[in-house]
C-alpha cells in the first residue's frame, strides 16, 4: 500500500556532528515532499519542502535530497544542535490540486549528546 | 504572522462523553486540516477543508466525529461519543493553497478515561 517510511526510529548525534535522517516512500506518482520537526507537546514545524522536479534544496543548515530513481528522501543537518532534538517527519502529497493529500511517516527521534 | 490556534490544550473525558475541539488558523488561509496523531506515530488526516466545503473526509470515523467550518475560517471538530482509542493529540493545520507547506498548532491532547 502508499506509505511513507523512516528507516531508523532513533538517531543520536554528537553536537557539532553533522545528522542524516532518511525516508523512503512508495508512491512513484507523489510530486511534493516536506520536512517537519516536532518537539515534544508542540505541532510539527515545517523545515524544509521540495518538488520532484528537483533534486536538491538547501536551507539554514539544513538539506534535502531527493532520488526519485530509488524513492528516496534525506534531511541533512549540518553542525547538529542540542534545538535540533526532536522527532522529524518525512511527507508527501498524494494526489493533485488542491485535494492532494498529506501522508507522514512514522518519524525518526533525534538525540543530539552535548 | 500569528499562527494556528487551537483550544483547549488539554481534554479528559470518561469514554461515551462528547468532546469539541477549535481551531482558528492562519489568515487568509483558505484550507484548514484536522488531523489525529496517536502516540509515537505520524499525524493522520481526518478531514480537509477549502473554505468552507468539505474536500476529503474518507478517513474521518463519521458515526462519532463531525467537523464543520462555518464561514470558512473558524473550525470545531467533534467527538460524540469518545472511545477509548480515541486518544490521541488532534492537530489542526492551515495552507494557503496546494502544494504550500501546511502550518499546524500545536494540538489538543485527549484523554479518553
Known amino acids: 500500500g502508499e506509505s511513507v517510511g523512516l528507516h531508523l526510529p532513533t538517531l543520536s548525534v554528537q553536537e557539532g556532528d553533522n545528522s542524516i535522517i532518511n525516508c523512503a516512500y512508495s508512491?512513484?506518482?507523489?510530486?511534493?515532499f516536506i520536512w517537519y520537526k516536532q518537539e515534544s507537546g508542540k505541532g510539527p514545524q515545517f523545515i524544509i519542502d521540495?518538488?520532484?522536479?528537483?533534486d536538491k534544496r538547501q536551507g539554514q543548515r539544513v538539506t534535502v535530497l531527493l532520488n526519485k530513481t530509488v524513492k528516496h528522501l534525506s534531511l541533512q543537518i549540518a553542525a547538529t544542535q542540542p534545538g535540533d532534538s526532536a522527532v522529524y517527519f518525512c511527507a508527501e502529497i498524494h494526489g493533485s490540486g488542491n485535494t492532494g493529500k498529506l501522508i507522514f511517516g512514522q518519524g525518526t527521534t533525534l538525540q543530539v549528546k552535548p | 504572522e500569528a499562527g494556528v490556534a487551537q483550544s483547549p490544550r488539554y481534554k479528559i473525558i470518561e469514554k461515551r462523553q462528547s468532546v469539541a475541539f477549535w481551531c482558528n488558523p492562519i489568515s487568509g488561509h483558505a484550507t484548514l486540516y484536522w488531523y489525529q496523531q496517536i502516540l509515537g506515530q505520524g499525524p493522520k488526516l481526518l478531514i480537509q477543508?477549502?473554505?468552507?466545503?468539505?474536500?476529503?473526509d474518507s478517513q474521518l470515523p463519521k458515526d462519532r466525529f463531525s467537523a464543520e467550518r462555518l464561514k470558512g475560517v473558524d473550525s470545531t471538530l467533534k467527538i460524540q461519543p469518545a472511545k477509548l482509542e480515541d486518544s490521541a493529540v488532534y492537530l489542526c493545520?492551515?495552507?494557503?493553497?496546494?502544494?504550500?507547506?501546511?502550518?499546524f498548532g500545536d494540538g489538543t491532547r485527549l484523554s479518553i478515561l
Open positions: 508512491n512513484s506518482a507523489s510530486d511534493y
Open positions: 477543508f477549502q473554505n468552507n466545503g468539505v474536500v476529503d
Open positions: 493545520a492551515s495552507s494557503a493553497d496546494r502544494p504550500q507547506p501546511q502550518h
Open positions: 521540495i518538488r520532484s522536479n528537483m
